[in-house]
């Protein structure tokens, strides 16, 4: 174990100055280009954030390297869905206004461990700690399932290290499905890690984003929710999903300054809403800001 794995533990992380923001809906762009915004802030203001979000409009987001030929532009425009590329790897997510529920967390590099596997083990911990708290029974993925549709987040391979299935009793077993997805990037020093958590399915349009024929059946097949394995109402998913990163980090409630709205959108505006990042994953200039 790296000493930088010793050094981080949950105690240390209540240690330092951390923020709970509980986000309003926004578009996709913008979402994206607050988790750079809140890598600034760990920075320069020496603030770390732990926030749960929503998406409105629904929001496809690449991959970042995902090839935008996967998508299906029409279908996305009639259902007005926007699309967004992330920073981080893996296949596109539909993330449903309702049936979503998004977090992140940003801290600075040198207060977490920098093997990977040990930093998604701590950074996961809040999430596996809220869904015990909803009484889901939910896990590491406990061996890997093949790719189903490599585009798709949730029907890509399921991985041990960083994918989370219900019911965790399943094992190894097929039954056990797909219930969030963690990924994470590393930018100025700063460690992001963002996922997503089913709440409820929306099949029909989680398919149909991708152009691809796909029965709606194959998602509903790997895929596990909140509300189906425990019928708790979207709020209190929410609120406890919020709940348990606050403990984790002893974070004080909060809200985005106004500087930091300013330079989200005006980065959403130049790059995560931009045609040449999100079609043709174009890095521009602003990365260097």
């Not at 189906?228 to 990163?245: F, K, M, N, P, W």
Request: aromatic fraction near 8%; proline fraction near 3%; glycine fraction near 6%.
């Amino acid at each position: 174990m790296s000493d930088a794995t010793d050094r981080s533990t949950d105690t240390d992380l209540a240690d330092r100055d951390w923020r709970l923001i509980r986000d309003e809906p926004r578009n996709g762009a913008t979402q994206m280009a607050l988790e750079e915004i809140a890598a600034r802030t760990a920075l320069e203001d020496d603030v770390r954030t732990v926030r749960t979000y929503s998406w409105e409009p629904s929001t496809l987001s690449l991959g970042y390297r995902q090839d935008a030929d996967t998508v299906d532009w029409a279908f996305c425009e009639r259902e007005g869905i926007d699309v967004t590329r992330r920073q981080t790897g893996g296949g596109g997510i539909y993330h449903d206004r309702d049936a979503d529920i998004s977090y992140t967390i940003v801290a600075p590099a040198d207060e977490v461990p920098g093997n990977l596997m040990d930093c998604y083990e701590l950074f996961c911990k809040p999430i596996l700690e809220a869904f015990d708290r909803m009484g889901v029974d939910a896990a590491f993925a406990s061996a890997e399932q093949d790719a189903i549709y490599q585009p798709s987040c949730y029907l890509r391979d399921i991985n041990p290290a960083h994918d989370i299935v219900a019911p965790a009793g399943a094992g190894a077993n097929a039954s056990a499905g797909k219930i969030s997805g963690n990924a994470q990037y590393r930018q100025r020093d700063v460690v992001i890690q963002h996922g997503s958590i089913s709440y409820d399915l929306e099949p029909r349009k989680h398919v149909g984003v991708f152009d691809t024929e796909l029965a709606e059946s194959t998602f509903t097949d790997r895929v596990m929710s909140i509300h189906d394995e425990v019928g708790i109402d979207r709020d209190d998913a929410v609120a406890t999903i919020a709940g348990a990163l606050q403990d984790w980090c002893d974070a004080g409630e909060s809200t985005w300054n106004d500087g930091e709205l300013e330079a989200a959108r005006d980065l959403a505006d130049r790059k995560f809403g931009s045609d040449a990042w999100v079609r043709n994953r174009e890095v521009l200039e602003v990365d260097n800001q």
